[in-house]
């Protein structure tokens, strides 16, 4: 007994340098909302925008589908802020509709895809061998083809609809995420944390999802934020060759198109589309890294 | 019961490479009486951590055992699938990793990562978990164990992370501790604590240990019996008096007169020359012949056995003694 408590004496001592209590989440998002401005800026930019796309029909007085003809392809002023289009509808009503399937678009698809490509990439990296081989090049084959192509194909099948570019999105993007789940699950295989979990035996399953899920998972985030405008831009280019969401319903990507023919003497029409998409694609791109070093139990030290 | 826990018998183990088989563990024999510490001592790369991995079943692919038996209190472990052998670690035999930086998921408290063993291995509830971990971090001398039960790693000291991590693999009582060089990235005093701790642990609970080591000192201040290992063979063996007092093989001395000494006069330390043979190429008689001051014709050509000098002394070696 005495010898113990000895020991705890010298221990005590070697504790004093460290830093007492570990903290709860919500303290660590607050120290990083101090740290990093502008993942909060983004943050805030990107709840009022999902606040105003959802309730646009109470801020707005304008509809966005029937215009009036007499106030077609008018400049910015207080009554259109962001002035009307070619059928006299005004720009930033039609831009907050629009919204709701651009964000949806963003998030759902890329979501649906992380999941899957998660899901084969983690299997395969950790069990190796045969199982490895066969997602992986399935993946390839996923990667060779050219994705807007083939998310056309899906698209002809199945038909027109928001759900359809849902799944046609989701299908053609998990093979990049697999790839990277993949890779970042063969480095955390070796870690010597993931041995010691098998040594005192623990479950394949409890290490995948334990061990090496959430340490994926500063990778992963960042992979998200970055897929999310790829996913808006994907929905554009579909909208833009008639495959996508079809007028009267907007959606970035639609509006930008329509507005390309009025460029010269109505350029808001399309600009106001596009700074949007920029703003967004900025945005989760600064909220992504904000998220990063604020999850990274590495970082939170200083 | 057996009287041993651990009998190993005739282990080979290596790795297939594209250059074909490196043969890292060739024909290992080890015995470890129940409350034993037994050493391992050699050179990096001389297969000691090998032996540690073989036992737990952890080879690190394309590593993988070839031959001989490792028998665990009896029961035959080589053979068995990943799946039989979850049951036995972290219950039967667990292991202290060289690393303790490393050791521990960064993204998890300690104490839920220790828990994680007891929840697995034995019928017991959530809270009773957390109570036993607790009991068991301020026995290895963690001071407010409540406190760093919900700590981080990256929270703790190396000497704090190795504690835990020595808590953990004790957990469930294993009959088997693997140490494979403990305390490598640890400073002198913690080094001493750490060790003071293993030792005092197996003798309260008579468990076995498998100490693995470079560090002669280590060696001398924990073993029972010792085993110095040389490019994938056991070379020498014998308790741990014994072998400090009268070794006998010319690389154990080799590992002797490089040990820097407080009490002589101040000199050149003298080192083994030349470096560990490759394994893919080893020479066609004693492994160690190359660097080996008293080689004779014979050494180049024969491979020599182990043999006993005197009861419970082995040495691999045809010149031994004759100086």
């Known amino acids: 007994m005495a010898l113990r408590k000895r020991k705890t004496d010298v221990i005590s001592a070697d504790l004093a340098s460290q830093i007492g209590e570990s903290e709860s989440m919500a303290v660590q998002l607050r120290r990083m909302a101090r740290k990093n401005k502008l993942a909060v800026a983004s943050a805030v930019f990107l709840v009022l925008l999902i606040f105003a796309a959802v309730f646009v029909p109470f801020l707005s007085p304008y509809d966005p589908v029937s215009g009036d003809a007499s106030i077609r392809l008018q400049a910015p002023s207080a009554a259109h802020w962001l002035g009307t289009d070619e059928m006299g509808r005004d720009v930033l009503t039609r831009l907050l509709y629009g919204a709701r399937i651009s964000l949806a678009v ?7 895809s992380m999941i899957i490509g998660v899901a084969l990439g983690v299997i395969a990296g950790y069990a190796g061998g045969k199982t490895d081989y066969i997602i992986m ?3 390839d084959v996923m990667l060779a083809f050219p994705s807007l192509l083939l998310a056309m194909v899906i698209m002809y099948t199945l038909g027109d609809g928001v759900m359809n570019i849902f799944l046609a999105l989701a ?8 790839r990277v789940a993949r890779s970042e699950t063969i480095s955390l295989k070796e870690t010597e944390y993931v041995q010691a979990a098998r040594s005192i035996g623990v479950r394949p399953a409890r290490i995948i999802l334990r061990h090496i899920l959430p340490n994926c998972l500063p990778a992963l985030i960042v992979l998200f ?42 350029p808001w029409i399309s600009l106001a589309p596009s700074a949007a998409i920029m703003l967004v694609v900025l945005s989760c791109n600064f909220l992504g890294d904000g998220l990063r070093d604020a999850l990274d139990p590495h970082l939170n030290n200083e | 019961m057996d009287e041993m826990t651990l009998k190993i018998e005739h282990l080979c183990s290596g790795f297939f490479t594209e250059r074909g088989y490196v043969p890292a563990v060739d024909d290992v024999s080890l015995l470890i009486p129940r409350g034993h510490v037994v050493g391992i001592v050699g050179e990096s790369g001389c297969g000691k951590s090998m032996i540690a991995r073989s036992v737990m079943g952890l080879l690190k692919y394309p590593g993988r055992i070839t031959g001989g038996s490792i028998r665990l209190d009896g029961r035959e472990l080589t ?25 521990l998921n960064p993204v998890i408290p300690v104490g ?14 959530r809270s009773a978990a957390k109570a036993e971990v607790i009991r068991m971090l301020s026995h290895v001398g963690v001071s407010e164990p409540e406190k ?11 000497g704090l992370r190795q504690r835990v991590m020595i808590a953990m693999a004790m957990i469930c009582k294993p009959k088997l501790l693997i140490a494979d ?30 100490l693995i080591s470079h560090n002669l000192g280590v060696i001398a201040q924990m073993c029972d019996t010792v085993y110095v290992m040389y490019a994938g063979k056991i070379v020498e063996q014998a308790d741990a008096l014994t072998l400090f007092d009268s070794y006998a093989h010319p690389y154990t001395r080799g590992l002797m007169d490089s040990v820097v000494r407080l009490d002589a006069t101040p000199r050149r330390l003298p080192a083994i020359g030349g470096v560990v043979p490759n394994l893919l190429r080893l020479p066609a008689g004693c492994a160690f012949a190359p660097r080996c001051p008293h080689a004779v014709e014979r050494c180049q050509a024969e491979r020599p056995a182990l043999e006993e000098l005197s009861p419970g002394h082995w040495c691999r070696c045809f010149e031994r003694g004759r100086e």
């Open chain 2, 148 to 158: 760093r039960y919900n700590a981080y790693p990256h929270e703790l000291s190396g």
């Open chain 2, 112 to 125: 839920k990562q220790m828990r994680e063993a007891l929840l697995l291995h034995e019928d017991i509830s």
């Open chain 2, 79 to 103: 053979g068995l699938t990943d799946r039989e052998l979850q049951p036995i670690r972290g219950r039967e035999m667990a292991m202290i990793f060289q690393e303790p930086m490393t050791s």
């Open chain 1, 225 to 266: 934020t970055l897929n999310i405008p790829s996913a808006i831009l994907s929905e554009s280019s579909l909208s833009f060759l008639g495959v996508g969401v079809k007028l009267p319903n907007s959606s970035w990507g639609l509006m930008v198109n329509m507005g390309r023919q009025f460029l010269y003497n109505a």
């Open chain 2, 181 to 210: 060089e403990p305390t490598t990235a640890l400073d002198v005093t913690i080094e001493a604590q750490i060790l003071r701790l293993i030792r005092d642990l197996s003798r309260e609970t008579g468990m076995s240990v498998l």
């Open chain 1, 171 to 178: 299908l053609v993007g998990w093979a990049s995420v697999a």
């Open chain 1, 106 to 112: 963003g998030v759902v698809p890329t979501l649906v």
């Open chain 1, 137 to 139: 090049r399935l993946a």
